[in-house]
């Protein structure tokens, strides 16, 4: 990345940077900072800098005078979209609500519930009067009644935007908050904002609303966005919130400012669901813009989560249903510099219970009103009619459509076609996501042998990644033509010292990762463009590990393509692969691979791959590219591995009943601590294999693989339990009780194995073997024998066993690479 050097060619829209009251357009296309500009692109600022009160007492308060007046585009008169902020807002929206057909529905079927329930019971038999005046009265109280309750909902619920002189001073206070920790701003390109004014504008005149889907990465996201819309006169959209964000002081601020609070879980209260989804029936029906995380929490790792459906299934519904014609689609990626949250995040990782959020927390983060975290770069996906979405999915199933086609698709249809939505919101935001130079860094540093990397070599790796980036259909956050030296120091300046040590006196600067659990969170955020080379490169290691020359170290097509085969089942819930199909994506990056001269392919007459090895060229550079690919997906595959070896440990000790259910989530804490045990003794080679996210992806893998049940009780509150299915129990030894290594589960453990990292302080054998055994047996019968959770196969629960489990298992048959 040299001083100079374009971006995609200089095709690039210009970036928009918001900082403070200050927006500035920079030319794109170059890997720089501040400095020279072309001269068709100017900079221009719309409105000067914040003023601090310490520094300038007289030009702060003026600047808090014409926010709280209303003074040019403060005022927020000209929004595009649909009228916000004013009187009565919130009674108009409540109004609507009550009146919808589904929600009085909904309130008519639980009154005749419960008359049904006392008459059965002889409670109208007390009443005066005939029965059909007993019955009519009764039912009307029991309407009235759920409608309180109704009204007591939507008033925890429904956002209040009532006030402009409110909005006008959120904006302000977010702005300084947001501005004083990412002190270099808000970042979105030029081209992206206008075509979503030209959206916007286009679905105000249909009345149609625009569904922003960010990815979530930080409670700053949705800030962001808020500052953005607000600042280019975009119609604020409705926010679905978490009610645990719903704190003194914090939660009317947010709930004013355009928070919807729902419950974390809904658990069996059907009125509940009626109001929220007659909410959003009347959000979307009127036109107002809304915005939901496609991921549902916030990701504590980096990369993108799976698609949670819950709100999803609320907008689909309501399209599917013909209660709203259509509503436009916009998905959005934001990428930081650094992310305020990730020290809370290890800990949660690590095991530590998650800490009750609270005001004091989210604006203490390290103290943020002193932090240098870089910048935020926001962007915004070509936006798209869900409603054509809709109809290109039914093309493809024998559903006709008419006006409520939600009532001719089948359950296993409509969840198709939530789940290709998901997906494909989670594609789009990986292809609109740039890369920032806190990712790249992390990336090249994490990536690379030896205890610490000089500033020569490290430089050259993030040049090396960045056009590795380009050729994949990424985007390199743009640095306006600055040397790549000065963008890595601006890298690490914001990391600190606390993720990445220099060790000085050297003859050239040298550093390395003193966090490497944190850093790879950063790491992660480059691991999509990469992850189909990943699995390729993971599935040759299997014989490139074996050493010994070219001829020895190379791999049939068949076992190529089996061992791929079984890494992107293993991990089709941690990644989103494209959308090609197995063999097609195979092929596609053995060219590619091949194109840049990492690997050699030797194919018959007819093309036909035959045997893939590196390249002479791969090896006369040391496997530095290869390597770089097996150590994005080593990891994860040690925590796959860690996750298998823990199930180990679950067989029933000898003379034990076989059919002992152990809780769920202790079983995974216990996994946990075998890691942290394993990897001090050196028998697991990254200390990131223990994060509790992917372990628990690890074992939602197993179930839907059916090697663990898990049963559900109906009680409320009920931990989950598991155990291993039958076929899959290992043996044990009839003389000394211990484990065998042989065996279903084995055999499957060892699958993995074959791509894990070796090391010097680790080589597979037997005394490995036997080592790790013994410990995951000793973990696995502690548990065993303290668990008090015990529940029959024949139990209730067990319809969650063989139902769920069974159609989880058929929806993923097609989620390989």
Excluded at 197 to 202: F, P, Q
Excluded at 312 to 324: P, W
């Amino acid at each position: 990345m040299p001083s100079e050097k374009t971006v995609d060619d200089g095709h690039s829209a210009p970036d928009l940077e918001i900082v403070g009251d200050r927006v500035t357009i920079h030319p794109t296309g170059f890997t720089g900072g501040p400095g020279h500009h072309d001269d068709t692109i100017t900079e221009r600022n719309l409105v000067r800098h914040m003023a601090r009160f310490r520094e300038n007492p007289f030009d702060f308060l003026r600047e808090v005078s014409l926010y709280m007046s209303g003074t040019g585009w403060r005022a927020y008169d000209d929004v595009i979209g649909q009228p916000v902020f004013y009187n009565g807002f919130s009674d108009r929206i409540k109004s609507s609500i009550l009146s919808s057909p589904i929600l009085l529905e909904k309130i008519k079927e639980l009154a005749e519930k419960r008359i049904a329930v006392e008459q059965e019971e002889g409670l109208l038999e007390i009443r005066k009067g005939s029965f059909d005046q007993k019955r009519t009265h009764r039912k009307n109280e029991i309407e009235g009644n759920l409608k309180e309750v109704v009204n007591t909902m939507m008033d925890d619920m429904i956002c209040k935007m009532e006030s402009k002189r409110f909005i006008r001073g959120a904006y302000y206070l977010c702005t300084q908050l947001l501005t004083r920790a990412y002190h270099q701003g808000v970042h979105v390109s030029s081209e992206e904002v206008l075509r979503l004014r030209s959206v916007a504008e286009e679905a105000a005149k249909k009345k149609q609303s625009i569904v922003f889907l960010p990815c979530h990465k930080s409670h700053v996201d949705y800030v962001s966005l808020q500052i953005i819309c607000y600042r280019l006169g975009i119609g604020l959209p409705v926010v679905v919130a978490g009610d645990n964000l719903n704190i003194p002081l914090l939660g009317p601020f947010l709930q004013h400012a355009g928070a919807m609070w729902i419950r974390r879980s809904f658990g069996n209260d059907p009125l509940y669901h009626t109001v929220v989804q007659a909410y959003i029936d009347t959000i979307l029906q009127q036109g107002f813009n809304f915005e939901c995380f496609i991921e549902g929490g916030r990701s504590r790792t980096g990369k993108l989560l799976s698609p949670k459906f819950g709100i999803l299934n609320f907008i689909l519904d309501s399209v599917l249903s013909g209660r709203v014609e259509d509503t436009i689609i916009c998905p959005v990626s934001t990428q930081y510099d650094k992310v305020i949250e990730t020290e809370s995040y290890i800990s949660e990782l690590l095991g530590q219970p998650k800490r009750k959020e609270n005001l004091s927390d989210l604006l203490s983060s390290s103290s943020v009103l002193s932090l240098k975290l870089g910048r935020v770069d926001v962007r915004f996906q070509q936006p798209w009619s869900l409603r054509e979405f809709i109809t290109r999915q039914l093309t493809r199933m024998p559903t006709q459509m008419n006006n409520n086609i939600s009532k001719t698709i089948s359950y296993t249809e409509r969840g198709r076609i939530l789940r290709t939505l998901g997906y494909r919101v989670l594609s789009d935001i990986n292809d609109v996501s740039v890369m920032m130079p806190t990712a790249l860094v992390g990336t090249a540093l994490l990536t690379l042998r030896g205890r610490g990397v000089g500033k020569g070599e490290l430089v050259r790796r993030v040049e090396w990644l960045c056009e590795r980036v380009r050729v994949k259909g990424g985007r390199v956050a743009h640095f306006y033509r600055s040397p790549t030296e000065l963008v890595v120091d601006r890298a690490l300046d914001v990391l600190g010292p606390k993720i990445v040590g220099q060790i000085s006196g050297l003859v050239e600067p040298t550093y390395y990762a003193v966090d490497r659990f944190q850093l790879s969170f950063y790491r992660n955020m480059t691991i999509h463009l990469f992850i189909t080379e990943a699995l390729v490169s993971a599935a040759m290691y299997t014989r490139v590990k074996q050493g010994g020359g070219p001829t020895y170290q190379r791999i049939s097509y068949g076992d190529l393509l089996k061992q791929v085969s079984f890494l992107s089942q293993l991990f089709r819930g941690e990644f989103i692969f494209p959308p090609e199909g197995l063999t097609a994506n195979l092929e596609n990056t053995l060219r590619g691979l091949e194109k840049d001269d990492v690997i050699k392919v030797t194919r018959d007459p007819s093309g036909t791959p035959l045997f893939v090895e590196l390249s002479e060229a791969e090896r006369q550079c040391g496997r530095e590219n290869f390597d770089f690919y097996c150590f994005l997906i080593w990891p994860f595959i040690e925590a796959s591995w860690l996750g298998a070896v823990s199930l180990l440990g679950l067989t029933p000790p000898l003379g034990e009943p076989k059919d002992v259910w152990i809780d769920y989530k202790k079983a995974q804490d216990n996994a946990q601590l075998l890691g942290k045990t394993l990897y001090h003794q050196g028998d697991l080679s990254y200390f990131e294999a223990v994060n509790k996210e992917t372990l628990k992806n690890s074992y939602q893998r197993f179930e839907e693989e059916g090697i663990i049940l898990v049963a559900k009780r109906k009680e409320p509150r009920t931990a989950p339990t598991m155990r291993l299915a039958p076929e899959w129990i290992p043996e044990r030894d009839p003389a000394t009780g211990k484990l065998l290594d042989r065996g279903r589960l084995w055999d499957f453990t060892e699958l993995i194995a074959q791509s894990r990292r070796e090391g010097k302080n680790r080589r597979d054998g037997a005394t490995v073997s036997s080592r790790v055994l013994t410990m995951s047996d000793f973990v696995g019968r502690e548990l065993f024998y303290s668990s008090s959770s015990t529940v029959p196969a024949s139990s209730a629960g067990d319809l969650d066993v063989s139902t769920k489990q069974m159609r989880r298992k058929a929806i993923a048959t097609d989620s390989k690479l």
